[in-house]
Structures are given as structure tokens and as C-alpha cells.
Nanobody, 119 residues
Framework: EERLTESGGGLVQPGGSLRLSCAAS????????MSWVRQAPGKGPEWVSS????????AYADSVKGRFTISRDNAKNMVYLQMNSLKPEDTAVYYC????????????WGQGTQVTVSS
């Protein structure tokens, strides 16, 4: 069974940092790109970042470029999202997704982790 399990969310003040983790299992992780997508209350999904299978190709949404960093550890079947200089508008449920473009298919998402940026 394919599974993606996100962790690391929480409540943080503006300007703070969080590191999200996503544990993957049930599929050959090293062959797939991965992505992060977020969804704020009352809004549609927003692509955040994608990473290729060997970490050579990286991409970021303009809204997070320079603040967020995506990475992966193929030995551990893990993908990460380091989030710095967080803003209230970053508040959302964050999901990791199987595939570089997997963010566009809800069936490829994990269960999500809540990130709340508030003072």
C-alpha cells in the first residue's frame, strides 16, 4: 500500500521556521519526483515546491521562493520542506505528493500537516 505521512507542522510566530517531513512507503521512492502542496481554509490547493528523483531539479512557487527549501533523502525515503521567514499567509495544511507534478492530483497526497503562522 502506498503511503505518505507528513509531520512537523505546528504553530509558529511570523518570522519563525518549521521543517516539514514526509515519510514515503509502498512504492519505489527513488524513481519518483516529489512535491509539496498547501491548502488554506476556503481556498483551493496551491503548489509550493517540487523536487526531481535525484534532487537535481528543484522548483518553487514565487510566493515561497527564497524562504522555503525542498530536499529529500533517498536512503530514508523522506522528503523535507524547510520553511523560514514564515508569514501569516503561509498558514495552511501542507501535503506532500507522489510525483513532480503529483500536487495536481489529490489522490497522490498524504494526510497533511497543519501549519499556523500567528502571533
Amino acid at each position: 500500500e502506498e503511503r505518505l505521512t507528513e509531520s512537523g507542522g505546528g504553530l509558529v510566530q511570523p518570522g519563525g521556521s518549521l521543517r516539514l517531513s514526509c515519510a514515503a512507503s509502498g512504492f519505489p521512492f527513488t524513481y519518483f519526483g516529489m512535491s509539496w502542496v498547501r491548502q488554506a481554509p476556503g481556498k483551493g490547493p496551491e503548489w509550493v515546491s517540487s523536487i526531481g528523483s535525484r534532487s537535481v531539479t528543484l522548483a518553487y512557487a514565487d510566493s515561497v521562493k527564497g524562504r522555503f527549501t525542498i530536499s529529500r533523502d533517498n536512503a530514508k525515503n523522506m522528503v523535507y520542506l524547510q520553511m523560514n521567514s514564515l508569514k501569516p499567509e503561509d498558514t495552511a495544511v501542507y501535503y506532500c505528493a507522489k510525483g513532480y507534478d503529483g500536487w495536481s492530483d489529490r489522490d497522490r497526497w498524504g494526510q497533511g500537516t497543519q501549519v499556523t503562522v500567528s502571533s
